[in-house]
C-alpha cells in the first residue's frame, strides 16, 4: 500500500488475513469412559461432531443414522450391542439421538479381545471415527471341553486323547486367571461296570485343565464323563465306547467275560483266573496253518473250570 503527501510517497507494509469459513458437521470424535470393560458390560461411548474449527457443533442434532463396524464376535457367536441394538455380522446399522452435537450410547462387547470399532455418522463431511476396546473375560461361569476324549479306548488302558477343560464365562471366552480344580468323574447318569481310575483331579492353569493318565474299565461299557468345579456350571463329554479283549463282562462269576470270535477265545489265556461266557459257535479253521491254534493253559491242567 502506497500513500502520497506533498510530493513524497510512502509504502507501508499491510499484511491481510482472510480466515477460511467455518463449516459446520465437519468431523467426528468418539471418546469412552472405560476403555477395558468387562465382556457384557456396559460402557458409555460418547459421539461429538465437530466445526471445521474444532468447535462442537451445537446445531447438529436430532436422530441420526450411526454405522457400526470393527467388532468381533464371542466364541458362543454374539459380538454385543450399541444403544440397544445388537451387532450383527460384518456392520450395524444403529439410529441414536445428537442433541447440540453430541450423542451418548451404551456399548456392550461380549469377546474379550482387542477390537477396534469404527463409527460412522451420517450427515458429517469427515463421517468415520476409530475407537480401540479391549475387553476382559467376564466372571467365569462354566466348564468347556476343549478336546474331547477318544471315542474308543482299550480296556484298563490310558485314553490315547485326553479331555482338555476350560474355565470360561457366559460367552466362553477363557477365564486365564482361573486356578480352580476341576474333577472327572463318570456322569451322574451312568449305571453298569465301568470304572475311571488316573488322575481325576486337575487344578486349572491359565484357565485350562489338561487331564493325562485317565483311564477307563470295562469292556462293552459305552460312558460319559462329568466334569465339574466348585461354583462352575459343569460339562459332560461325548459318549466312550471301552473296547476290551472280549465282547463284553467284566470276567466275574456274576458278569463273565462274554466270548463270540476266535481272536477272543484266544484271549482267554491271558485271564485264567476270570469266569466266561461263550456266545456264538467258534470256528478256529483260520488257524489250521502255520503253527495252528496253541493249547490254553498247562497240560493236564483243567483251565475250562470257569467257562
Known amino acids: 500500500m502506497s500513500a ?12 491481510v488475513r482472510i480466515e477460511p469459513e467455518v463449516t459446520g458437521a465437519y468431523r467426528v470424535e468418539a471418546l469412552t469412559e472405560n476403555g477395558t470393560p468387562k465382556a457384557g458390560e ?40 450399541f444403544a440397544g441394538t445388537d451387532l450383527t455380522e460384518g456392520s450395524t446399522e444403529v439410529v441414536v439421538t445428537f442433541t447440540a ?11 474379550a479381545a482387542p477390537q477396534t470399532l469404527t463409527f460412522s455418522v451420517d450427515g458429517v463431511a469427515n463421517p468415520d471415527v476409530s475407537l480401540g476396546v479391549t475387553p476382559s473375560h467376564a ?3 462354566q466348564l468347556n471341553i476343549a478336546a474331547q476324549p ?5 480296556d484298563g488302558k490310558a485314553f490315547k ?13 477363557l477365564a486365564a486367571d482361573s486356578t480352580v480344580q476341576v ?7 451312568e449305571t453298569g461296570n465301568a470304572s475311571l481310575t488316573g488322575t481325576a483331579v486337575v487344578n486349572a492353569n ?37 473296547v476290551g479283549d472280549f465282547a463284553g463282562g467284566s470276567g466275574t462269576q456274576a458278569d463273565p467275560y462274554r466270548i463270540k470270535s476266535a481272536g477272543q477265545l484266544d484271549k482267554v489265556r491271558n485271564y485264567l483266573s476270570a469266569y466266561f461266557v461263550l456266545e456264538e459257535d467258534i470256528d478256529l479253521g483260520q488257524y489250521n496253518a502255520g503253527s495252528g491254534w496253541q493249547p490254553i493253559g498247562n497240560l493236564g491242567k483243567s483251565v475250562y473250570r470257569n467257562v
Open 4 to 15: 502520497a503527501y506533498s510530493g513524497f510517497t510512502v509504502e507501508i507494509p499491510v499484511t
Open 150 to 154: 477318544s471315542a474308543m479306548v482299550a
Open 183 to 189: 474333577t472327572a468323574a463318570l456322569a451322574p447318569s
Open 161 to 173: 486323547v485326553q479331555p482338555v477343560i476350560q474355565i470360561v464365562d457366559s460367552y466362553k471366552n
Open 42 to 81: 456396559e460402557s458409555a461411548v460418547t459421539l461429538l461432531v465437530r466445526k471445521s474449527d474444532g468447535s462442537l457443533d451445537a446445531n447438529f442434532a436430532g436422530k441420526k443414522k450411526v454405522n457400526v463396524s470393527g467388532y468381533s464376535a464371542a466364541p458362543v457367536g454374539t459380538s454385543g450391542s
Open 139 to 141: 466372571a467365569a461361569s
Open 101 to 111: 452435537g453430541e450423542a451418548a450410547s451404551q456399548l456392550v462387547l461380549h469377546r
Open 206 to 242: 491359565g484357565g485350562i485343565a489338561q487331564f493325562t493318565d485317565l483311564v477307563l474299565s470295562g469292556a462293552g461299557a459305552v460312558v460319559q464323563l462329568s466334569f465339574t468345579a466348585d461354583g462352575l456350571t459343569p460339562a459332560v463329554n461325548e459318549p466312550i465306547t471301552v
